[in-house]
């Protein structure tokens, strides 16, 4: 009896530790971030400096490319490149390079009939393909909260959507957001010597999440695998591009000073430049070129290359990776004592599941019962200082 009695007052000890421990677990909604003290100022590039270009289509049905002169909240203003003596077409690289003599300032350009587009009218300034290369823990301090020892890519599939534009959040998904910095070419890039001919043309990009994908799908020893990533990144409304496609003269120098954040309903969440990428476009390009020999990424239970036929084609996207301030979080110590309490009342090794199913699946539904993740009517901002914003509605 009185080893029954000494039994259960440890256990009942036990208990009352667990609770204690459980109620003063800490409960993060996001990742902190660091802001820089000034405002973002977003403008349009000095001409001597890049070129910004945006499309939409005319009412000849006819796509049109402006060069852009400066922008508001709704309105982009610009001079249509055939008053230069361009050719039309869809196709941007084409378009400037058709134009022989561009003058050297806006305010030269300016003199020219220019024209005003609203911001709904104009068209995604990504790519136009469905396949893009995606990169992984590329900012120091993501990498960090992410656990990542090392940069790593991944197939991304999705169309480029516009720079005012929805996304689903499904029933039972953690919806996250991600701003990056994305990059597309006029060429097929098989080699850094296509990468160094090439006319380069950024732009602010978007990256969705389905964390559930993440958490049921990725090997937290080993991300480089890019298991999960492709199916938690992939989907409609997945790939917001900003408004402009910016051309630099000197692409890593451009990159490097250039500014982007994000806002969810006004709340400052991400901010970062460029120069804090841990590679650039130009070491990104090297590794993707490198790591194309295998079908290894794992995709609607497939298996995919990085990109098909060796090559970054004219059609795809290179996105940089975000920076630290995304929603996704680790498991807390709560959330381990929830684990387990329930992998216990389900029968332990008698369930017929494992800790590991039973656990991810307990972590999924407490951070859906949180309320931590985007949810419908939720706003998404990503604002930069010379390639446009980004306003994402969340929708049912």
């Not at 249509?80 to 058709?98: C, I, K, Q, R, V």
């Not at 992410?146 to 029933?171: H, I």
């Not at 070491?283 to 020999?293: F, I, P």
Request: net charge negative; with cysteine.
């Amino acid at each position: 009896m009185r080893v029954a009695k000494y039994g259960l007052g440890v256990l009942g000890l036990v208990i009352v530790i667990l609770v204690i421990a459980w109620a003063t677990s800490p409960d993060p909604k996001f990742n902190p971030a660091s802001f820089e003290d000034k405002q973002l100022v977003d403008s349009v590039a000095p001409l001597k400096q890049a070129k910004t270009l945006a499309q939409f289509v005319g009412e000849d049905g006819s796509v049109r490319t402006l060069l852009v002169t400066g922008f508001r909240s709704d309105t982009v203003t610009g001079v249509d490149l055939t008053e230069f003596g361009g050719d039309g077409g869809a196709n941007p690289f084409a378009a400037l390079a058709s134009v022989s003599n561009l003058p050297s300032t806006l305010e030269e350009v300016a003199e020219f009939p220019s024209s005003e587009v609203t911001f709904d009218r104009l068209l995604p300034s990504g790519s136009s393909g469905n396949r893009h290369i995606g990169s992984g823990t590329n900012f120091p301090e993501h990498a960090e909260e992410s656990n990542s020892e090392s940069v790593f890519g991944f197939p991304k599939f999705g169309l480029a959507t516009p720079a005012r534009t929805t996304v689903r959040r499904p029933e039972g998904i953690l919806l996250d957001y991600e701003v990056e910095f994305c990059v597309r070419f006029d060429r097929d890039i098989a080699s850094l010597e296509d990468f160094d001919v090439a006319v380069k043309g950024v732009f602010l990009c978007g990256d969705f999440t389905n964390r559930n994908a993440i958490v049921e799908l990725a090997d937290p020893d080993n991300l480089d695998s890019g298991s999960g990533f492709s199916d938690a990144k992939s989907g409609p409304g997945f790939f917001p591009t900003g408004p402009f496609l910016v051309i630099p003269n000197n692409l890593n120098a451009f990159v490097s000073d250039l500014r982007m954040t994000t806002t969810l309903n006004g709340e400052p969440r991400q901010d970062a430049r460029g120069g804090e990428m841990t590679l650039n476009f130009r070491q990104l390009v090297e590794k993707s070129l490198n790591d194309m020999s295998e079908r290894r990424f794992v995709y609607r239970d497939g298996r995919e290359f990085l990109a098909e036929g060796k090559t970054i084609s004219a059609d795809m996207s290179l996105m940089s990776g975000t920076a630290e301030g995304v929603i996704f979080t680790g498991p807390t110590r709560a959330d381990y004592i929830e684990m387990i309490a329930t992998y216990v009342a389900a029968g332990g090794p008698l369930s017929g599941s494992s800790v590991d199913d039973i656990g991810k699946a307990t972590f999924i539904q407490n951070e859906l019962a949180s309320g931590h993740f985007l949810q419908p009517d939720d706003r998404v901002r990503h604002g930069s200082s010379y390639l446009g914003n980004i306003e994402v509605l969340v929708t049912k």
